[in-house]
């Protein structure tokens, strides 16, 4: 019954393919994010999703496309991988958007480019 | 634009001893949250703050939001192996997120 869910666990790629990470909650929430954290434990926001509407849409690649098919799931397909590419991305949600709801992450997906 | 500030960036305490991370932002804050990630783990929520001198504790946590709401402070008194990891502080935004840099807190034997 976990709560926020993400797959692939592990992610490892050569430079140059497309990929997806697909997330899933089962929290009835709202709203779902994705964040980058980078090697320095950096944890930065890319996209977030209320209702299947993008709300926030940080300076990132346009590589990186977020697709949300109904509201319990926020995928992240990500083309022509290059080397920065490489961190840990987590999914989280929230009852409703940021300010006043505690967000609840997935165990993440640590994406390796070759 | 916004920025959050978090200090230090790393920690080493002895086991017992006292911790504090401090966050720092440029403009006002509507309310300010805290996350501990674990080594290995992903950010669990701790606590959110809303009202200006806001004090709250959790056990041996103790977090506090500035008069002014421009600053928020994590304290833990007599730190446990279990408090190792990172903590996060968060201007988690309707339409604008930011996470401070974290701090990083090992626990000496």
């Known amino acids: 019954d976990t709560a926020v869910s993400q797959t692939p666990k592990y992610l490892v790629t050569q430079m140059g393919n497309d990929k997806s990470i697909k997330c899933e909650q089962n929290?009835?929430?709202?709203?779902m994010y994705w964040y980058k954290q980078d090697s320095k434990k950096f944890l930065k926001i890319m996209f977030s999703?209320?209702?299947?509407?993008?709300?926030i849409n940080e300076t990132v690649p346009n590589r990186f496309s977020p697709k949300s098919p109904d509201k319990a799931h926020l995928n992240l397909h990500i083309n022509s991988l290059e080397l920065g590419d490489s961190a840990v991305y987590f999914c989280?949600?929230?009852?409703?958007?940021?300010?006043?709801?505690?967000?609840?992450f997935g165990p993440g997906t640590r994406l390796t480019v070759l | 634009g916004q920025q959050v500030m978090q200090i230090p960036q790393y920690q080493h305490v002895q086991e017992g001893e006292d911790f504090t991370t401090y966050c720092n932002s440029s403009?006002?804050?509507?309310?300010i949250q805290w996350y501990k990630q674990r080594p290995g783990g992903h950010p669990v929520f701790l606590i959110q703050?809303?009202?200006?001198?806001e004090v709250k504790k959790q056990k041996r946590l103790t977090f506090q939001f500035g008069e002014a709401k421009k600053n928020s402070s994590l304290h833990i008194t007599a730190t446990q192996t279990t408090d190792v990891g990172t903590y996060f502080c968060?201007?988690?935004?309707?339409?604008?997120?930011?996470f401070g840099k974290g701090t990083r807190l090992h626990i000496l034997p």
């Open positions: 989280a949600s929230s009852p409703g958007t940021g300010s006043y709801n505690e967000q609840f």
């Open positions: 929290l009835g929430h709202d709203t």
């Open positions: 999703y209320n209702n299947k509407e993008l709300i």
């Open positions: 403009t006002t804050l509507s309310n």
């Open positions: 703050l809303v009202k200006s001198g």
């Open positions: 968060c201007l988690c935004g309707d339409d604008k997120i930011i």
